[in-house]
T-cell receptor, first 116, second 116 residues
């Protein structure tokens, strides 16, 4: 069975600083994808970044990067130059990929607060 | 805006009633997923459809049912509602198998259901 663990219920970061949100996962599938989603207080789920289990390079999308350490089964999200608008819940998720059934398994989330 | 639409945004109803949640996937996407987000259970996968056919089933109660129509929009029907069914219900869609980004799910804004 797949499992996602996010151990930081809440985090604070100063505006313009970088922050790392932790995510560890467990799976026996060789092919899997790791995702990060952002959920602002308005409730929508916004896709941020994706990393495939076979990808050699860490994924990056603008100010977001995913620090993928396969041996440690970790997929931490790094947000550089934090902005006030980054305050939100962040969810790490995983799924099987390559047409094997794509349901997402989510962690419990980390609430990030950016201080001015 | 993810391109996934959901109606209604809010729904308030009484115990024992039946409601229908509607979802239109992004243009070109064939997969539709339904998720439930509640305070005690977190984000849980309910069911997936691919091009009109049920592809995977998660923790979906027997009182709940879903379908995907030939135009690819989908409905989630919830019946004999209980207080515990109060939650945020998300629909997500993903691109067809074999296309770029097929494993990424894009979420709609959600329907907030309140059962009184």
């Amino acid at each position: 069975a797949q499992k996602i663990t996010q151990t930081q219920p809440g985090m604070f970061v100063q505006e313009k600083e970088a922050v790392t949100l932790d995510c560890t996962y467990d799976t026996s599938d060789p092919s899997y994808g790791l995702f990060w989603y952002k959920q602002p207080s308005s409730g929508e789920m916004i896709f941020l970044i994706y990393q495939g289990s076979y990808d050699q390079q860490n994924a990056t999308e603008g100010r977001y990067s995913l620090n993928f350490q396969k041996a440690r089964k970790s997929a931490n999200l790094v947000i550089s130059a934090s902005q006030l608008g980054d305050s939100a819940m962040y969810f790490c998720a995983m799924s099987r990929i390559y047409n094997q059934g794509g349901k997402l398994i989510f962690g419990q989330g980390t609430e990030l607060s950016v201080k001015p | 805006d993810s391109g996934v639409t959901q109606t209604p945004k809010h729904l308030i109803t009484a115990t024992g009633q039946r409601v229908t949640l509607r979802c239109s996937p992004r243009s070109g996407d064939l997969s539709v997923y339904w998720y439930q987000q509640s305070l005690d259970q977190g984000l849980q996968f309910l069911i997936q459809y691919y091009n009109g056919e049920e592809r995977a089933k998660g923790n979906i109660l027997e009182r709940f049912s879903a379908q995907q129509f030939p135009g690819l929009h989908s409905e989630l029907n919830l019946s004999s509602l209980e207080l515990g069914d109060s939650a945020l219900y998300f629909c997500a869609s993903s691109p067809p198998s074999g296309t770029v980004g097929t494993d990424t799910q894009y979420f709609g804004p959600g329907t907030r259901l309140t059962v009184l």
